[in-house]
């Protein structure tokens, strides 16, 4: 192997876990949104819980890191450089950074396998990807995990609320809010055995393409460690920005409500973890929130919030992978060409930092953002049962 394979092999496993801490603060708010929200857990408290358990969750399997590793891109009909792989990355990490500048809840997994797809298809042509497992094992569980997990907090909510109606309300409130922090808990450790396998297959597939690994072989011990470690950093840091959409733009949910949402989320991802589905979490956890919102009667969903998240969705595996197909197109220039579209890759993800220093969204204020207002009848965290 010559000395540039190795540069641009080394550049790759760079920019991926750099990737794979942006999922991590991207997507702290599935797991930690509501508890933070309903007071259940403090900011700072949530973090550390979520950054562990997604560091833990990491171990767990590696059934998602073979779906990425050895199915979305077609290894045998063509010749997948490192240099593609390294391009996909970079457009999935600068629409990550841009939907959390703006705050908005998308879908990191999306952003992925749009920068890969992308990627692929300008180097490599589109016989390069396996449409059949984008199709069976991102899209369609794209569709229907939201819908699933939604559905199931619905209808958690309801039988919560026939349930207590009855009960002191205070004893309620505080006995969901332990719940939740155990139900926040498995939803943070269900994000590390689906995320951070993300990152493990791209690594994985970057040391099969470039000859350093077996094919059809799975993450080594290594790849795995690192993945949970970055995955856990940025989680530890907080997606402030986005925990504030989550938890307070989407609808106002008490503790057994987030309760419900939580067990719904954190369901759906180990099922769809455990089949290997790519699914993104993010969508998961917003529909349990909806769902949630939905199953107390009187309360208000932010619709047009909710539609801002809907287009995110729909228009993120396209837009990252238009900017993994220009970043492939430079890397086409041979290793100057790589080089440049890594500094160009610096120097954008430095200015969209210091763009959010002009507004910073912090621990300190993450609950002051506005809040969906309630109706009169659930207005008191139990008036809905009582309506009912």
């Known amino acids: 192997m010559d000395i540039a394979t190795l540069v641009i092999v080394g550049l790759v496993i760079a920019v991926a876990l750099t990737f794979d801490f942006t999922n991590g ?4 708010a599935n797991a930690m949104a509501t508890s933070i929200a309903t007071g259940a857990l403090k900011p700072k408290t949530a973090v550390i819980a979520a950054g562990t358990l997604n560091l833990i969750g990491a171990f767990l399997s590696t059934e998602v890191a073979k779906t990425i590793s050895g199915g979305l891109i077609n290894e045998e009909a063509v010749s997948i450089g490192a240099e593609f ?9 600068l629409w990550n950074l841009i939907t959390w500048l703006v705050g908005l809840p998308s879908s990191s997994s999306h952003a992925l396998f749009g920068g890969l797809v992308g990627a692929v298809i300008v180097g490599a042509g589109v016989q390069g990807v396996n449409f059949g497992v984008v199709i069976t094992k991102i899209l369609i569980p794209a569709l229907v995990s939201p819908v699933v997990a939604g559905l199931a907090a619905f209808i958690a909510c309801k039988l919560i609320f026939a ?11 505080d006995g969901f809010r332990h719940g939740q922090t155990i139900t926040a808990c498995l939803v943070a450790l269900s994000h590390g055995t689906n995320d951070a396998q993300k990152t493990m297959g ?5 040391l099969i393409s470039t000859g350093l690994q077996a094919s059809g072989t799975g993450p080594q011990l290594w790849v795995v460690a690192v993945c949970g470690f970055a995955i856990a950093l940025g989680t530890y840091m907080g997606g402030w920005r986005v925990i504030r959409t989550l938890g307070k733009g989407l609808t106002e949910i008490t503790t057994p409500q987030g309760f419900a949402a939580e067990a719904a989320s954190a369901t759906t991802i180990l099922v769809s973890s455990h089949l290997g589905f790519a699914l993104s979490t993010t969508q998961v956890c917003s529909g349990s929130i909806i ?8 309360n208000k969903v932010s619709w047009a919030t909710a539609g801002r998240m809907l287009i995110a969705w729909l228009i993120t595996f396209p837009c990252a992978g238009a900017i993994g197909a220009i970043a492939c197109a430079i890397t086409k220039f041979g290793l100057y060409g790589t080089v440049g ?6 120097v954008l993800a430095f200015v969209i930092f210091r ?9 300190h204020n993450v609950n002051d953002g506005k809040e969906v207002k309630l109706n009169p009848v659930a207005a008191h ?5 009582r309506a009912a």
């Open 202 to 206: 791209i690594i994985t597939l970057t």
């Open 341 to 346: 579209v890594f500094i160009a890759f610096v």
């Open 355 to 363: 763009l959010s220093r002009r507004n910073p969204v912090t621990a």
């Open 381 to 385: 965290p139990m008036a809905a049962g």
């Open 85 to 93: 792989i390294l391009a996909g990355l970079i457009g999935a990490i």
């Open 25 to 28: 603060f991207h997507d702290t």
């Open 163 to 173: 349930i207590v109606r009855k009960m002191d309300e205070s004893k309620v409130i």
């Open 291 to 298: 769902g949630s919102g939905l199953g107390k009667k009187g």
